[in-house]
Each structure stands twice: as structure tokens, then as C-alpha cells.
């Protein structure tokens, strides 16, 4: 493995010529597709990488807070959609941001629609959150009468424009395969559009259909029947999209730097300075059952190379990562080498950190 001269603690590493590709694919897909492409930025918020998305002509984004919204539209973002239930707590702050921007937001209850009819001053696009079948938040898709009551309510504010339907199919990221994917995403689509259906057969001249998974959005050509896509974590990928299936090692774009602290020959294992609060502590299973929290992966001067699977961070405590590796690759450890490891969610990993290194020495802020 390549040792790293110019980090002393755990940092991200970013290989911008991939995270160019992973853009401009999915942007050229959704083009191709005819659909809007809103990506979701709560990956890698940074108001920089949003700069490379509007290279590939994107226009509109995703955002997962009010805070989030607020740092993107200071950045110049000025379409932009909150993809979680409106909290009617930040009424005011919400209110403010839609003065001067075009801000969507998420209903799934009358207490919420009902609540921001009577405090909001400035327009807002509003959808509808339904539930496909993930489980987490939105109406379930077959509640029809429930959904229509909320329309009624959302219909008599004008300052409310009404969308469409939103969903996220978290449930593929629990997919066993990638037929399983695309029958989730066929399922999805065919649920929204019985909503959809519905709606429009009451009278509503407009129901968009808005989708946002980023595995879904991976595997699937086309997007017949939808009319916008959401993914997030396709901008650097990571080991569970990968073991998933939707994406190559080569499409990883994002990997942690951790320095070696210990070396213990007799268990076949370094101990490096890199815990949950540098990676979070969510795993994959490799196929003997044990748990990966981090694979290493081989860098030159300019990217990241070949995925090292027999170099595996199999525990993590809050600071202290156990990695297990050959005997041959322990022998040419020392300590104060660094090894990086492409993490199991780069979402989660992501936050963690306050900026990005790039492979030319820039260093990329989040927010």
C-alpha cells in the first residue's frame, strides 16, 4: 500500500476526476431520460463540489435541513427542495428562505399543512411524502383518502403550489441483488403512479412523481413515468453501493486516511488512529459473515488505484480501528505509514469531517 506523507490524523481524501465522472453520468442519464435531475446534496455538502454540478448544467437540488438550504442558497442555489417532513419548529427560518428562493418542502399530515397555512407569508412549492414501502416517513401509498383530504387542505392556500408526489425507496439498500433493485424501482414507480392517477382524475391539473434512491438510480436506464430523480450518495459511491452492485471499486471517489499506531504481528493486525467518530460504525459482511468496517485501497500521485479486499478495518472503537492483513503486507508496515480505506456509507463519513483532500493538495470545505 502507498504511504502517505502529509496527514497525522484520520482525513477524507477525494479523487475529483472520479467524482466528475459519477456527476456527469448521472446527469447525461437523466437527459437522456427526459426527467429533472435535483441531486441530493446532504452527501457531500459542500457548496464547491454544488460548483461541479452546475458545470453539468444542474440547476435545482436536494437538501435533507433548513440549515442545509440556508448554506447552499447563500452559495447561489436558488431551487432547492428539503426531502425530509417540514419540522414546523423552523417555520420562521423556513419562511425566510422562501422570500427570496424557490423553496420545496415535504407534507405527510393535515396538523402540518394546517399549520404552515396559518404561518407562512411566502410561497412554497409543496409535495406530498408517500410511503412506497421503506417504512420511515410519508403516507402509505394505498391511504388514497388520506392523501386527498391533505390535497383539499394544500389546494386552498395560495401560497402553497402544489407539486406532486415524493417518495425515497430506502428498502433497496437492503436489496439482496440487483434484479431485486430494479424490482423495487418498478414497484415504486407503478405505486406512485396509481397516486398519481388518482389525483389527477380529482380534478388537479399537475402531480409530478419524484424519486430519489441512489441505487435505483444507479442500476435503471431509463425513468419512464417519473418525472424527477434525488440520488445523493452516487457522487462518491461507496463499499455498501458496491456491495450492492451498482457501482465498480473504480466509481469510489472518497476514501480516510488513517495513520499506523500499532503493529502486532502475532494476530496479523495493525491498530490505526481511525475509529467510529472517522468512519461512524455502520459494516458490511464479506461472505464468511465477518464484519468489514473499511477496505483498503491503493493510491497514486494523482488518484486512487486498485481495491486491496485482503486489507480489512474489521473493528472500530471511538479513536482505535483494528485492520487485519496478509503477513506479507504487516512486514512492510511501519509505524507512521498511513493507510486508506474506502468507508462502508460515505454519507455518514462524510459528515464527520470539516473538509475534503484532494490529490493535488487543495484542501475542499463543507459547510
Known sequence: MNTILNFSK????LDKQRVLY????????ARKSGVMFRPHFKTHQSAEIGEWFKQAGVKAITVSSVEMAAYFAAAGWQDITIAVPANVLEAKELDKLAKDNTIGILVDSLESVEFFSKKNKNKLNVWIKVDVGYGRAGIPWNQLQHILELLTVIQQNRNFSFMGILTHSGHTYQASSTENIHHIYAETVSRMQAVQNLILENGIKQCKISIGDTPSCSVENSFTGVDEIRPGNFVFYDLMMLHLGV?????????VVCPVIGKYPHRGETVVYGGGVHFSKEFIANQQGDKLFGIGVE??????LKLREDIRLVSLSQEHGIVRLPDSELAKIKIGDQLVFFPVHACMTANLYDCYNSFDGEKVQRR
Open 10 to 13: 484520520p482525513s477524507l481524501l
Open 22 to 29: 459519477n456527476i456527469q453520468k448521472m446527469a447525461e442519464k
Open 247 to 255: 457501482c465498480k471499486a473504480e466509481d469510489i471517489a472518497m476514501g
Open 299 to 304: 493510491r497514486a500521485e494523482k488518484g486512487f
